[in-house]
């Protein structure tokens, strides 16, 4: 994936395409583009600022610093995406960590170019701020899907949140997107007898295709009727 076609995915969905041409040119000028294998963590629940990621291409997952020994995987967000900003704006360690869920390319804008950039305008300082809004309406959709009654709604719901199937989501791999059955459950609070046995009849229904640690939606919208009746 090259720089001109990191460019356009980025500034044609997400964050950063809301704004004007010239303020994605000071974006992209600082930046430079990071190619992360899967399961490599990029921030740890912890660690200090470092910048932001915008995601091209691949997927994170998304894990929540809890009371528990282990962080939790909430979600997985992909394409458009930016992230890694809370510190920025609360000047505290970080309360989530990312790890790619899939081979991903991302574009990185360190910290000191963010503080350029907003101490030079206040159009820029305003959209950087508004970063933490647009990806508070991941963290409410996440907590939306989580309060659906029965296991099997909120794994439906789950799956078209991860895939992003309801926005015409692709996977780079025919066979579907890479996702384990145990982080699925992790982020439908759901246990794994749950989960097994609601991908089985979703893809004895056709709603889904199962195959080596992946899975494909078939039918987002069958899933989203199932999930919100």
């Known amino acids: 994936m090259e720089r001109a076609e990191i460019e356009a995915v980025l500034g044609s969905r997400g964050w950063l ?3 004007g041409a010239a303020f994605r040119a000071a974006v992209f000028e600082r930046t430079h583009i990071a190619r992360i294998s899967p399961d490599q963590v990029l921030f740890h629940v912890g660690d200090l600022a470092g910048g932001i990621h915008g995601i091209a291409r691949g997927a994170f997952a998304v894990s929540v610093a809890t009371a528990a020994a282990t962080p939790a995987v ?3 967000v992909r394409s458009g995406v930016w ?8 000047e505290r360690r970080r309360l989530l960590s990312f790890r790619a869920a899939e081979p991903s390319v991302t574009l990185h804008l360190p910290l000191a170019a963010i503080r350029e ?3 030079a305008s206040i159009e820029a300082a305003s959209a950087f701020a508004d970063l933490a809004s647009v990806n ?4 409410v959709r996440v907590v939306s899907d989580l309060l659906i009654p029965g296991a ?9 949140r991860v895939t992003r199937a309801d926005e015409g989501e692709g996977p ?3 066979l579907g997107f890479r996702l384990r059955q145990a982080e699925l459950g992790e982020m439908a609070n759901a246990s794994r007898r749950s989960v097994v046995r609601a991908l089985a009849a979703f893809e004895a229904k056709g709603w889904i295709g199962i195959s ?3 899975i494909a939606v078939r039918d987002a919208a069958a899933l989203e009727r199932f999930a919100h009746g």
Do not use: E
Not at 83 to 90: E, K, L, Q, S
Not at 152 to 160: E, K, P
């Open 74 to 76: 909430a979600t997985i």
């Open 136 to 139: 508070m309406q991941v963290a």
């Open 83 to 90: 992230f890694g900003n809370g510190p920025i704006v609360a």
């Open 172 to 174: 780079d791999d025919p």
């Open 17 to 19: 395409a809301a704004y």
């Open 117 to 119: 950039l907003s101490a």
């Open 212 to 214: 080596r640690h992946r």
């Open 152 to 160: 099997d709604r909120r794994i439906a719901a789950t799956l078209r």
